[in-house]
Each structure stands twice: as C-alpha cells, then as structure tokens.
C-alpha cells in the first residue's frame, strides 16, 4: 500500500518536472519537487534529460525562406468572379419569367387556348357542325314541314300549324345550340384543368434556377407540347460554375494547392 | 522607424497592404518552421506559409489584439493540421524530404564540416521525433520551445486552457527525450552525465 502511494506521488511529481523547467509551478510546488528530488535518483536524471531535451529544442535554428511570402496583389480571388455571379443573380430571375412565359405559350399552343379565346365563336360553331346535332334537326324539321307546306291550297290552320313547327323547330335548335354551347365550355374547363400542369412547372422555374438538372428533366415532361430547350436556365449556371472554377484557380495558382479546399481559417 | 505589430494591424484593416507585407516579413521565417516542423515537407510548408498570410489579411479584421505572432501560428498550425488530415497521411510519412531540405538555410554561425555533419543528423532526430508526436501535442511544443511562446500565448494560439497546454508540452517533451537517448552518440555531453 506504501508503495502504491509512493509510486503515484512519484508519477505526479514528475509529472511537474516540465512546469519546473520553466519556472511555472508556484511556491508549494515547487517545494514539493525539490524535496522529492532530494531523494529520488531516477527523478533527478529524468529531470536532467528532459532540460537538456529542452535546450536542445529552444536551440534549433529558424528556418530561413528561399523566397518573401510578401502579398503582391489583393488575396481576395472571390472578387475575381464575383461579378459573373452578380450577373447571373440578376439575369437568372429575368431569365426565371421568361421561361414560365414560354411555358405558358407552348402549353397554350399544344391545347389550342390560346385560339379559343381570341376567336371562341367559330369554335362553337366548328365543333357543332362537327357534332351534326343541329343540322340533322333542322333536316328533321324541313321534313316535317314541307308534307304541310306542299299542298298549295292548305287552309290557314296548317299554315299556322306549320309555322308553330317552325318555332318549335327553332326552339329546339337554341336549346340543342345551348346544349352543344355546354359542351364546348367543358371541353374548354377541362382543357383549362390541364393548365395548372403548366402553372406547376412554371412555379417550379426559379427553383430549377438553382437546379439545372432538374429544371432539364422537368421541363418536357410536365409540358404538353414541344419539349422547351432549358438552354438559358442550363446556360447561365454552366457559366456560374465557370465563373467559379476560375475564383478557385486563381486561389490554387496562389499557391494554396490542393489541400486548400479542407483548410480552415482560424479567426 | 519600425513600426509596432498594434500600428500594421490597424493599417492593415484599411486596406494597407504594403503594411501588411511589413508583418509578413517580420513573421514569416517563425511562420514557415512552424509550417515546415508540423507538416514535414518543404513544398506543403511553403504552400501553408503562403495561405497563412493570405487567409490572415481576409482575416486582419477580426484579430482581437493579444500576440500577432501567436495568431499568425495558429493559422498556420492550423492550415497545416488540416493538410495532414485532409492528405491522410502522418507528417513522417515524407520523413526523407523533410531531413534535407534543400531550399532551406540553416540560419546558424560559422561551424566546421563535422560540426554541421553532426548539427544535420541531430537536427533530423529531433525533426523526425517531434513529427510523430500527436498533433496537439506537436504544436505546443513548437509554440513553446521551438517558437517561444510563453503558455499563456500558447493557450491563445490553440485554443485551449493554459492547464492542457501545460499537460501537452509536458508529454511532448518526455516522448521528444525518449527517442533521442537511442541516439546517444549525437547528444551533448549533458544527456550523458546523468545523476
């Protein structure tokens, strides 16, 4: 038991032999390690070592550089492409709106919107002449009419029975007209409900901004009509990482070297 | 008149370079053996010492005053921790490069050839010994005994209390003695007279 304290009083105290070297330990301490040195002849020659260890790592000369270090331009390579990446953050928004308008015009064209709109008429008319609904009952009502119109001696009663026909023939046409007005408007709302297809890929631009690659594979996809060339998009951050593969030569050609991208600054 | 570090450092922040080319050339020869005897390699030393002052003047605006000296090594001993990791490799591994270096002077007086013979092969025993000591063990004794920085600025320089600065140099040095007693015949007489 004696000797285990005594080993770990000697462990502690050489373990201040360091401090005392250098003056650093306070008064109680140091009269500590004096009395264990007094009686410890293993303490005394790991003591001798160790400041001749000492002289000789205080002695080792300073190294004299073969070239200066001196800074011969301004080391801040960011300004180097930092304008480029002004330029880009400015031009990509600009570009962002102009991509969700051609999206908007191809989407447009492909459902044939744009065209309803601007002359929504003749598509009424296009579309029930091509359902034949109206006409076949208009040829309907002439062949209904014309058995009582045929005879030219037909008393008044027929001739007033046959224009109620007529009238109902009319009726029944702006009803049916109406009806086929009906489906146009929900061809049209459903056309319309693919919009929103459009919308979502337009919304999504300025976030395929930051990411080309995403912005590529979406952009035929979510459009129903020609695939768009994402080239602008795709363009300007190919130039952005141009720009900022040139700020990261210019770092490396300061001599930072290959190791410089996992240094770290101490501030 | 020399200016004081305190006077560089404020030009500095106003964009002063030719003040700040003045710290470097006061500093760069600690800057580059501090670089050089925690990496090892001339080229990563030269590299290090390099993007010690780059990165010091983007930073001059944030050195809060204390030792300029003390700041600059930590950037660098920093810098040249990070290149061991990031290059995974230990600082011994290019031992060989680092005994002879040949870009390097040894800035010492007039001594005869046997002198500089036996000066060269101690000087590589004790590179070769502190280079594989751990990391922060390394660094506190170069702060303290290479570049003699008291504790105090040693514990600014890494960040660290005064107490752990004072445990690391201490294990540095028992382990730096240990090798270099295998080497007896190129120590001074005072390894030798023990007791």
Redesign the interface.
Known sequence: MIGFLESRRHARLQ?L???YI?G?VNDSERARVEAHLDGC?AC??EL???????????S????????????TL???PVRSYEPLMWTARVVAPVAAVLLVALVALVAGDSVGLITQRVAGEPVVVETTASDGGVAATQADASAAVAPAAAPEAAPAPMAMAAQAVKEETKVAQVERTAAAEEEVVAEVEAQERALPKAAVASDTTEEAVEQPGEMRSLAPSESAGEPLPPAPVAAMSAAADMAATIGQRTLDT????Q????????? | MELEDSQLVARSREGDLAAFNVIVERYQAQVLSVAWRVVGTRASAEDITQETFISAYRAIGKFRGGSLRAWLFRIASNLGVDFLRSSKRRPEDSLDQSLEPPAFQVASGDETPEQAALRGELGGEIQKAILSLPDDQRVALLLIDVQGLSYDEAAEATGASVDTVKSRLSRARGKVRDILVKRPELLPDKFRHIG
């Open positions: 373990g032999l360091s401090v250098d650093q002849e005394r020659s001798t070592t160790l400041r001749a260890t000492v002289d000789l790592l205080t080792l000369p300073q190294i004299v550089p073969s070239r200066s270090f001196a800074l301004e080391p801040e300061r001599g930072s070297g190791w410089r991208r996992a240094s770290t600054v101490a501030a």
